[in-house]
């Protein structure tokens, strides 16, 4: 609409009521959930977390962070191994 005060007076003068729309369609924003667990349990209930929130989405989700195998298989897409964080001892 190149004269919107005109088309607005026009349709004022008509009774009708104009909407605007677009000229092409908007792009929907996709979730982005970021998830950390770095143990096996806590890697379990993301896992879980994660397929649920793609069922309640409709797999319309982006999901990254820090899991384990578990989470990853379920659509993490993982930042870096968190095996590479274990320790165990005083030492290490």
């Known amino acids: 609409v190149i004269d919107r005060a005109g088309v607005v007076a026009a349709a004022d003068a008509a009774g009708l009521f104009v909407v605007g729309m677009p000229a092409a369609p908007v ?7 970021y998830v950390v667990a770095a143990e ?11 397929k ?8 319309r989700i982006k999901i990254a962070g820090l899991g384990g195998p578990a989470m990853t298989k ?19």
């Open 52 to 59: 649920a929130l793609q069922a309640e989405t409709q797999r």
């Open 27 to 33: 792009q929907q924003k996709i979730p982005f959930v």
């Open 74 to 92: 379920a659509g993490l897409t993982s930042l870096f191994d968190p095996a590479e964080l274990a320790l165990l001892g005083i030492f290490e």
């Open 40 to 50: 096996p349990s806590g890697d379990q209930l993301g896992a879980l977390l994660i």
